[in-house]
């Protein structure tokens, strides 16, 4: 019977970890709080529900193939995303700066569409476990020589 070894939890992995987290706590937020906070940002409260669903569905995705996927798949990901959402922020503060109602449904557009495109890319992406059973090798760890 050939056994599988598995990685040692690194920062890298907490950190995943602690990104998912953050997402299914964001969506517990948005789902309970859909009411205000739609009157805050100026969206309908059935949006932040989606909006709230689609984060819970990304974040338990991202913790659940933590130890299934390469490192540089999260990292590529996760840089991705975030740099949406800063983007996103960004244009929905421009939105209302300038008077439109529209940057609040900008924002949390973005945090519905963004989480199911990630979960679908990491369900989608080459897991580290090869046909054999063995574990590729993980390109963000590096030799000690």
Known sequence: MAEVATPSVTRWTVGIIADGV????????YIVGAAPLGRLLGVPAWLMVVSGVALLIGGGIEIGYV???????YMRLMVAYDSGWVLAALAGLLMEWQGSSA???????????????????????NATQT????????????RRA
Do not use: N
Not at 67 to 73: C, H, N, V, Y
Not at 131 to 142: I, N, V
């Open 22 to 29: 953050f997402k299914v706590l964001l969506a517990a937020v």
């Open 131 to 142: 046909a054999s059973g063995t574990r590729t090798e993980d390109p963000t760890h590096r």
């Open 67 to 73: 130890r299934s996927r390469p490192m540089r798949t």
């Open 103 to 125: 940057g609040g449904e900008v924002w949390i557009g973005y945090q519905t569409a963004a989480p199911v495109v990630l979960a679908a890319m990491l369900v989608a992406a």
